[in-house]
């Protein structure tokens, strides 16, 4: 069986267990260690402007109290009426943002764009009886593997900025569109006020970073991380995670080599391929015939809706089964 | 320097380093994989009766998804006045169970008894403008080391039933607790009707259980664990942490070697003990002076108020270490 | 100016006047008077079964106290993407919830069907990933003024107890659709379990009720009422109004009188109507000229939207008002 | 029978009855009518600064909406531990502060003093397993009915603004307060930042006013107490309730008439008082046997644990019954 079903259970890389086992040795808890206190200086260095860096266990997690810093109880959080805070992460945001509505928001490929937006929030009553836009959501790459240029992020940066409106990042496949992009982290970061830095996916185990370019927010999210349980009393497993992945570009090697992947299926797909494969994801139109062919050939994956179905590559993908899927959609 | 700051940052224990790479192995997402399905028949085997067992990430967390199972928002949850849910969890309880309230008992050693806590909600006016208790919260072992005996334990869960509440139980160092009592698991637990089973503090990295020994509870939990970003992807390195603690005992053997430490320190305290040693905590009478001679000594451990310090043992607490540190002591 | 801009600000009835100053008399504080006392009852009588009834300030208050009774926070509530709780009560249903989501179903003239509701919340997978819904909230009459037959209403209640969810009915329009229907309140509600009964758009001041067909379930909206700061020691001048109100049938009184008057402007609105005008609203297809000459004769509404008007009546819309609107409508 | 009960259920002064149907005239809904509208300069003209002034139907909702402008949902309030947002508000600060803790503080006749606050939240840590303090809120006048002086209101606006928090002033019997010093709101309120003040206690119906003396904070609190459900529509009806009683100084000319009733009541009970009487409370030592004397004389009041009784006197309170009082329990 050769599996396509998620990168989300990939094995861990082994540069992240090495990094882990030597974690043994620092014994500071929770983020009072030697490791976790490195992360403001890492990201800060990886983006080129300062910033903080927190880790948490979850994307759900660090999505959430991202937008803690951006959006209030009586407020709303404008996301693609297909992005992850909204369809997939069992309404954390209503509860980290303690009530706050997400305002959905139609896109091609799942992204948003300032005209988009503009159309669903400018007929928003500035009255007390409709909840107010407090912050925008990308993911990058987005729900559909469909990554944001600097262009495009910019756009959006500026059009937040001249509504009064905090810019999130969700980054789960942060790494994937960095490296489908030009490979640097501050032009597929754009001027987001926030981002959730995915590491999970991409080799780690059990840690993302909240990257907070307004680092006097640090305090804020400290606060709620530990109010949401968030705050593990041996951090430096998770720091340890993260440097590892930082550490001589792991992380975008290791989104590179998924990529490739990716588009060594898409090869194989022509016409059939949903939306252009940017990142590590494949929407494939494929008839149940031809899942089923699929399947009983060994390859793993999911359906999407009656008449596609969900690649996705990983760190760990090996170059001939990615080869082996593309030539076996190409000679359905 | 040898260290007695806390057991929250001790090393990973070698069997759960082992087990945490065969975890590579298995790869559904979530709690979807084999490991994660063990739990449930794991605790009931060690218990003695059926309940479904889940990994969190924390204490906090375990804590506090438990108590959303006996507790509405318009409710309290009885606890002592020292109890972690209340001092050092960073709001976390009003935060998982909506604005509930924590109703702070006094009591010796930061226990509970039936008595205090009558004496706390028996004034309570049956009336809409007093919130009522919903839950009680008891700690085994205790804030202060002490352990709750099954006869205690049977008081209490007879008086939580009389009054119609429910009883949660904090086991950050249950291992301590029932390596003091007779070292079974059912005994040391009575008949609360939920358990944050700790295995952190006691050898683990990142994986605690929230035990229920009402089944039926386990969806509410797993739709608020989600909910509260604590669904890891990767769970399955999280049960296999839990599995590897509790296989041939090494939950109990670990907390074992930790009491004996503290029992060998405690041998040195005489009448500076200002609790009774039944875990892995001493709380002991030293004046600043006898501190700073301590630490000369290179012993590091907190001060607890002006004129006592706390010592925690751990599971890897080497017994020279404790044996010398009961020494310095006696020789103050 | 005669003002067809909402029967919301509409004076205060006589005889709820007229009851109001009787109720100084009273002095018992919140709820413990006689007036409050009475309404379990009145409202078993007026529906034909056993139910409670508890008086808020608001509709709001009321449908979001109401749900609060089915609907937990990690759940969804379905309502229509353009209800009053969606739309128009500043995210009250996300504070009062806890965080739950609205669901929101399209549906014509702002009702909701099974079919609809159905091809919402059947694709929700049923797993922790995603929010399942708890409830269903039907509006009578609707955001357009329709009401829901009781044919309408059974097929709903029967669906909602098929898939185990709660039914709500916002009725702060109630008395308009049970005057439009048979004028009998228990098929105007059919079989809801809750239903938010409005007062204060016909005829009261500050008195809606919350009727739950459930009544085991009046403790629990008891302590949230108190909670949401909704408890007024002076409940009896608000129990005063609701009793008024429904004595000697003055509710549907009001609502005949201000229906008649929609009616009357109705019949010369022709094809510019919107949506059939079944209770107190109408939605009118006028220009943007053809609305400045309106309002140049001195009639006085809301747009709607570029290239429509609302106009609403009440129980004090005078009835030559509403012909002269109705005849100069014809005359565009 | 004569009460003594509370002054939670008087009825309504005839002053105030005459406005309410004044209001009728009006017809704008929500806060937009010219009533509503006077509330910002009625009170900036009463404190002699600049403020912003909201209606709403309880003091519970009135505490909570102005802790929301200092509070964040995972800092603490400091108040007294028999302060009436503990004790009897059924959890609401909970509710509308997202889960923030009240953080109990003693002092003498339920007043608080910079010495105590600092005693409570001196040892708190500054790190995030801790609750941090955001704010203090007092009671003017306290649960005992005592006053805090403009020098003790000086020493603890100093003491808040040096630690960085907000001051909050519950104001239910506000007016009895000023009634008791100097008759001058400002000096009654000092330099709090918002203020809850009370009317209904005094002669309203169902309105207190959210004095914020930051305008700023106006915005935030009007979209909160939309979402609270606390935005009437007919809201012209509170305003007119708050403007009679601001007017020719009814609010002031009512607690006056209160305050004498109280203390002709307390010239007969001497030693048997157990806190000074400046309002309009009596707390007042009494046997069983007492009690059951006054009450066969037709005497209604509250007993107040088990050796004593609570007088409350209003606005409306007889002369003679208050001279009888006094003298039935001088005559003990």
Request: charged share 20%; with cysteine; glycine share 10%.
């Amino acid at each position: 069986m050769t599996k396509f079903l998620s990168d989300n259970a990939a094995p861990v890389h082994p540069k992240v267990w090495e990094a882990l086992r030597a974690a043994d040795e620092a014994d500071d808890p929770y983020d009072g260690d030697a490791l976790s206190a490195q992360l403001d200086e890492r990201f800060t260095d990886l983006f080129g402007r300062e910033c903080a860096g927190l880790w948490v266990a979850t994307g759900t997690a660090a999505n959430c109290l991202a937008l803690a810093t951006m959006c209030q109880p009586h407020g709303g959080v404008v996301c693609h009426e297909e992005a992850h805070i909204e369809v997939d992460e069992g309404g954390a945001p209503g509860f980290y943002l303690h009530g706050a509505k997400l305002m959905l928001c139609p896109g091609e490929s799942a992204k948003l764009t300032p005209e988009g937006i503009a159309a669903l929030i400018d007929p928003i009553r500035d009255d007390v009886h409709q909840v107010q836009p407090h912050a925008i959501a990308v993911t990058q790459a987005s729900e559909y593997g469909r990554t944001y240029s600097s262009t495009e992020l910019a756009a959006l940066s500026g059009f937040a900025k001249t509504r009064g409106l905090g810019l999130h990042m969700d980054g789960a496949r942060f790494a994937n569109a960095a490296a489908f992009l030009n490979g640097k982290a501050h032009d597929a970061a754009g001027m987001v006020d926030t981002l959730a830095f995915g590491f999970i996916k991409n080799g780690g185990m059990s840690a993302e970073a909240v990257v907070l370019f307004d680092p006097t927010q640090a305090d804020l999210v400290k606060y709620r991380r530990k109010r949401a349980g968030h705050l593990q009393c041996k951090g430096r497993y998770l720091a340890a995670q993260i440097i590892a992945m930082l550490e001589n570009g792991l992380w975008l090697a290791n989104a590179r080599h998924a990529n490739a992947a990716a588009a060594d299926i898409a090869s194989g797909c022509g016409e059939r391929l949903m939306h252009p494969v940017e990142a590590n994801e494949l929407f494939v139109r494929l008839s149940a015939e031809e899942r089923e062919a699929l399947r009983t050939q060994g390859f793993e994956f999911y359906d999407w809706g009656a008449d596609a179905a969900r690649f996705v590559t990983a760190w760990n993908t090996r170059d001939e089964d990615a080869a082996a899927l593309g030539r076996a959609i190409a000679s359905l």
